[in-house]
């Protein structure tokens, strides 16, 4: 795999303010990259600089074997940006923007029919961008990010006021516009599209990114428990009962809830199945709750993702 975006010890500051602290890391050829943090962990700060957009107080980025701060220009003819905050003009027709957008390129997507199919935007092509809804203005933001057919998609806060539908049906545009032989780069706060979109995470905070892998790597490393959640009904039943069974290594009860840790789901719940037959309860609300990347941003960081 190529190397196609490349910090080694970039740093920048506001002020007083580190906005991102001594960050090394690299984004191959084709993968989806994620950058996850909270608000104000540095995120636009660092993939602004990777765009060209902000020159790094210390430290080197090459992006497609470029120097962003020196070679801005060049660099800007093969990336695509789609900024956290876009503005397009509100009374222009998608079409129009596309044309307009493609005049900026020396080499820009000569089919724009084929860019309104990916996106999902065929029948919106003589709509006025005011007139659409979030998620289409967000996948016109992608589709001019694509008129020059870039090598690397950076996407800042792809969905950020989405709501969970528009959402998913973004990781799948996304999926798909990996599947075309480009490398993705984006941030988000959402931890889950971190870990069911990205190939690889960076978790960043206060500047500086703490943990990078992949999404199962990441989960591996922090060896958390799953949770096994439940009521019982027609009995009264002690916390004891459960802490009998191997695979569990905890029991907690609240309110009338019981909460069994383990490493073991299946192993836990063919022991909770067959004590429920032979004592004689009944099992409600039954459900597991396996660890996820908001578990692995608290055990790095000592604070809840959502503040
Ligand atoms: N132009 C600026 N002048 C001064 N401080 C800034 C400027 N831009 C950002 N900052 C500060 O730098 C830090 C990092 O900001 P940045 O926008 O990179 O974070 P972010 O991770 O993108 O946050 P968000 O999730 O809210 O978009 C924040 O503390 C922010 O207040
Ligand atoms: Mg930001």
Redo the contacts with the bound molecule.
Sequence with gaps: MDVIVECEHVTKK??D?V??NDVSFKVEEGEIFGLV??????????IEMIEGLMIPDSGSIKALGLNPARQGRELKEKIGVLL?TTSIQPDIKVKEALTLFASFYEHAHENTSELLHTLVLEDKADSRFKKLSGGQKQRVAIALALVNDPKILFL??LTTGLDPQARRNMWELIENIRTQGKTIFL?T?YMEEAEKLCDRVGI?DY?KIITLDTPGNLLDNLSADSKVTFNVENKDIDTSTFEAIGAVSRVEKVDERFILYTKDENVTLQELIRLSDTQKFKLTDLRTESPNLDDVFLAVTGREMRE
């Design positions: 506001y002020g303010l906005a991102v943090g909270p608000n104000g962990a540095g995120k636009t700060t660092l956290q800042d806060e941030t706060h960043i500047g």
